[in-house]
């Protein structure tokens, strides 16, 4: 009689497992990942203080810990099921059970508090609380993201590639392109000429961003026009960079200019300079250069942060001629109060083509103001629509989740 | 001298007077202090309410992402974040991508939790530093414990109990991005909110705020201090019954600075502008004579 | 060849990595991951050209005694010592009483911290030179300019009456015209970014490989 009371009690104190278990791929995924979602136990937030996730390769187990404590009242939960598939594999099938944490339950104690046992802890769990019985599920990945907004995105870079290519084959067969005169662009000549009059150095800034930012990019294709300029003109220039390998790429570039211009000798490795990393290092570096080497010329291309002021200011008491260009929009107010010239936004990704007078560059600018009519369209529409009620455009550039 | 010989100089004025003024309108208010009390923004409001819907016992991601230059806007923000995430009982996983912010992060993180007696390791854990910048957030957005494998300690992350079950930055119910600039909240927006749907807040500095308002305005930010007066608002509502004993209300003692300082840039713009219109006929009058 | 390769590495690195934000397949992310790693490694092992590029241009300037070449000592100096302690510290150098954390507490941290104060200056003066309502436009935005300055600061909602609007026509100004501008200038930045990879992935762009000449 006693040992039914106690079995009864012991029962009675186990709380219920969750309930209908199901583990599902998520759809548009690489794979890796299965959502599991439960039914919640009727004490949710009450005996049951959370839920615990267990994994494992086989039906019987051993199963392993892979979410502790989730809290009470969670019912679906992503797995990613191997973090790195080059060591750890990715299987055909994984089982899973769902325990019901218990209020006030001792916690587990691990043989070796140093080193957490993500399957002795899921043992214990399974022999300590109820759990849900084991459920299959098989990863699925998909090659390609059939969400609506990336695939619009898809076929707009392919658009974009596309018009870009067939402008390009038009100005090689000679037609001539228009572009809209650019101050600030050609002021970058007369700049370089002014610093060759004056005898004193072009300063290049290609702002403190990583190699990868299209900005810090932009920026070295403009480089590499300078530098063919400024050797023609017979000129010195200096780059101050910010971060080692855009000095080293800077350097690659300012060589092939001069040697573009007939001027391989004139090129001096030590021009072109790694400051710091550091952002105000950097910055003070840089002043250093123009309070001491007094450049005619700064230009600032490339993407900059809060050393925008500063650099500009100390170039403006150097009495400098300064031309800025950048997409950062909250540099953009420091520079036009300090600087001759601004290259604003889209600007700055123009004036490669620009000073080039390559045909096939300068329409290739044109593609991209095709895409910019159709976002305004786009703009103009979905405003419109969305305020009637229909969706359809505000779906098509709705990305969500990628996977 | 004249007036017009006054006002004429006055615009040319050598600059080092310039910053004589914003000298002492930054000095008076720190040796002489007065409070003006302030409004808590629907932004810092916003940032607030979603971190108090989380359920206690969530596990927050953090990114500290700041240096000792901008420590004074956004250092009050992320004392009193900390405050607020373990008074919730919430689990905090801080990392940076600042070289320079371990340094200031580790111990204000170890002085906060020791004083709600959270455990590192189980409560808070403290993963460094990760060069690399977009290339980290995307790894962060990947896989965590690929990107940060150990935390600041030296220890296996893939060994602490509050990392388990925490592989990504979608596995955390909330990203708290604290943003001196880059690599900051624009990169973790572009990179993988958006990606990933990732729910998230951000602290940034003054200059950078305007440029994340229409993040906030599209949903992809849940919430947004800007500068120090987002700070300060945010101390507000974190500590209604003032500071810790102990302890500083940092932003809402500099609010004041702030106050003198654009004082007195709107009064020189405005005397600037007053001169150059009092002393701009004559001038004409004189170039075209 | 020297410059068909760059172009077609280009041309091949590019389209891999345009293709992770379409293609969510775990191989091909596997791919893209040890490209992302090389990136990484190549970046970090620049750091070390990056040093020896400082060396060589202020160190010959030292020897040689160049003009202010004392300022390229204290560089040289500062550079040896902090690498030194750094590697000293290892894994401690961030605990109380070591070298490194000092010259971060005590040199870095206050540097860093004046650099970056300069900005408050430098606005005052650059606002004080830039800003004149010379026209209608420039007129415009210095009203604008002065309201939201005021409204930012508490201050701005203790001026009687119009202290209950200001924040209003501020969040206006930064919600409505500011936002709208910001946009436009983003998405042109945007479609810009787009043209320049794309100009660059597909070889029309080669300025960074010298001109045809």
Redesign the interface.
């Known amino acids: 009689m006693t040992t039914l009371l106690i079995h009864l009690w012991v029962s009675l104190a186990v709380a219920a497992p969750p309930t209908g278990l199901t583990v599902e791929p998520p759809p548009?995924?690489?794979?890796?990942n299965l959502d599991l979602s439960w039914e919640l136990p009727e004490d949710d937030g009450g005996a049951v203080s959370?839920y615990a996730?267990l994994r494992a390769t086989d039906e019987a187990g051993p199963y392993v810990?892979?979410?502790?404590?989730?809290?009470?009242?969670t019912h679906t939960?992503?797995?990613?099921v191997t973090?790195?598939?080059?060591v750890d594999p990715?299987l055909d099938t994984y089982w899973y059970r769902i325990v019901s944490l218990e209020l006030g339950a001792a916690p587990f104690v691990p043989a070796d508090p140093d080193?957490?046992d993500?399957e002795a802890h899921a043992s214990w769990m399974l022999s300590s609380f109820a759990a849900t019985a084991p459920v299959v599920g098989q990863p699925r990945?998909?090659?390609?993201?059939t969400r609506l907004g990336?695939l619009h995105?898809?076929a707009l870079?392919g658009v974009?590639?596309g018009l870009?290519?067939y402008y390009?084959r038009r100005a090689q067969q000679g037609e001539e392109i228009f572009i809209r005169r650019i101050p600030g662009i050609d002021a970058i000549e007369e700049g370089i000429g002014r610093a060759t009059e004056m005898g004193r150095p072009v300063l290049y800034v290609p702002g403190?961003?990583?190699?990868?930012?299209?900005?810090t990019?932009?920026s070295?294709?403009?480089?590499?026009?300078v530098s063919?300029t400024v050797a023609e003109y017979q000129a010195d220039l200096i780059v101050s960079c910010c971060?080692?390998?855009v000095?080293?790429?800077a350097d690659?570039?300012v060589k092939?200019?001069f040697?573009?211009a007939g001027h391989p000798d004139a090129y001096n490795?030590?021009d072109?300079?790694?400051i710091s990393?550091?952002?105000?290092?950097f910055?003070?570096g840089t002043n250093?250069i123009i309070h001491?080497e007094k450049p005619a010329t700064n230009l600032y291309l490339g993407?900059f942060?809060?050393e925008s002021?500063?650099l500009?200011?100390t170039g403006?008491?150097n009495r400098s001629i300064q031309i800025a260009g950048t997409?950062e929009?909250?540099q953009?107010p420091?520079f036009?109060?300090?600087c001759d010239y601004t290259l604003?936004?889209?600007?700055?990704?123009?004036v490669?083509?620009y000073l080039?007078r390559?045909p096939?560059?300068v329409s290739?600018?044109k593609?991209?103001d095709f895409?910019?009519i159709y976002?305004v369209v786009c703009l103009l529409l979905g405003t419109l629509l969305n305020t009637l009620g229909y969706t359809y455009l505000v779906q098509l550039f709705t990305?969500?989740?990628?996977? | 001298m004249t007036l017009f010989e006054v006002l004429e100089r006055f615009q040319t004025m050598d600059r080092r007077w310039v910053f004589l003024g914003m000298a002492i309108s930054i000095v008076a208010p720190m040796l002489f202090p007065f409070n003006l009390g302030f409004k808590v923004d629907e932004r810092v409001q916003s940032l607030y309410d979603t971190i108090e819907t989380l359920p206690p016992g969530s596990t927050v991601l953090v990114s500290a992402d700041f240096d000792p230059a901008s420590l004074p806007e956004l250092e009050p923000f992320f004392r009193a974040n900390l405050e607020h995430l373990f008074r919730r009982d919430l689990k905090v996983v801080v990392l940076s991508l600042w070289e320079s912010a371990p340094p200031v992060v580790k111990p204000l993180l170890r002085r906060v939790a020791e004083r709600h007696d959270k455990a590192y390791g189980t409560d808070y854990v403290f993963l460094g530093f990760k060069t690399g910048k977009e290339l980290a957030i995307k790894g962060i957005g990947e896989n965590i414990f690929k990107t940060f494998p150990e935390d600041i300690e030296g220890t296996k992350i893939t060994s602490l109990p509050i990392m388990q079950g925490f592989k990504q930055a979608k596995d955390f119910p909330l990203l708290v991005s604290v943003s001196a600039g880059f690599p900051g909240t624009k990169e973790y927006v572009l990179q993988i909110q958006g990606q990933y749907d990732l729910t998230m807040i951000s602290a940034c500095t003054a200059v950078s705020a305007p440029d994340y308002i229409p993040f906030y305005k599209a949903g992809q930010l849940r919430g947004l201090s800007g500068g120090m007066p987002g700070s300060a608002q945010y101390e507000k509502l974190v500590f209604p019954d003032g500071p810790l004993p102990g302890e500083r209300l940092l932003a809402t003692q500099a609010v004041n600075v702030l106050n003198l300082g654009h004082l007195y840039i709107i009064g020189l713009i405005i005397l600037g502008n007053v001169a150059w219109l009092l002393t701009r006929p004559r001038a004409a009058a004189g170039g075209s004579a | 060849m020297r410059r068909t390769a760059p172009l077609v590495v280009t041309f091949v690195v590019g389209v891999i990595m345009v293709g992770e934000y379409f293609i969510p397949h775990y191989r091909y992310r596997m791919i893209t991951a040890e490209l992302i790693e090389w990136g990484l490694v190549l970046a970090a092992a620049a750091f070390v050209l990056g040093l020896i590029n400082l060396v060589q241009v202020n160190l010959p300037k030292v020897i040689r005694r160049e003009q202010d070449w004392a300022y390229k000592l204290v560089m040289l100096i500062a550079l040896v010592c902090t690498i030194t302690a750094g590697a000293l510290g290892g894994k401690d150098r961030l605990g109380d009483g070591q070298i490194y954390k000092w010259i971060f507490d005590f040199l870095f941290t206050p540097l860093n911290a004046t650099m970056f104060s300069l900005l408050a200056f430098y606005i005052a003066s650059a606002a004080f030179r830039a800003f004149r309502a010379r026209n209608v436009d420039a007129a415009l935005l210095l009203g604008a300019a002065v309201v939201v300055m005021i409204a930012r600061v508490p201050i701005g909602e203790s001026i009687p009456v119009i202290g209950d609007y200001l924040p209003k026509i501020m969040n206006w100004i930064m919600d409505v015209p500011n936002i709208a501008a910001r946009r436009a200038i983003f998405i042109g930045a945007a479609l810009g970014a787009v043209a320049t990879g794309l100009r660059v992935i597909l070889g029309i762009e080669r300025s960074h490989l010298g001109s045809d000449g």
């Open positions: 548009h995924n690489g794979g890796l959370g996730v810990l892979v979410a502790d404590a989730l809290p009470a009242g939960f992503r797995d990613k973090t790195d598939p080059r990715l080193t957490p993500p990945a998909v090659w390609i993201n990336w995105l898809m870079i974009v590639g870009m290519l390009a403190i961003d990583e190699l990868q930012d299209i900005q990019i932009a070295m294709l403009i480089l590499g026009q063919e971060i080692p390998i000095r080293e790429v690659e570039v092939a200019g040697y573009q490795p030590a072109v300079r790694f990393s550091e952002q105000f290092a910055t003070a250093g001491r993407r942060f809060a002021l500063i500009a200011e403006f008491v997409a929009a909250t953009l420091f036009v109060a300090a604003i936004g889209e600007e700055l990704f123009a490669s083509a080039s390559d096939r560059l290739s600018l593609a991209s895409i910019k976002v990305l969500g989740e990628g996977g």
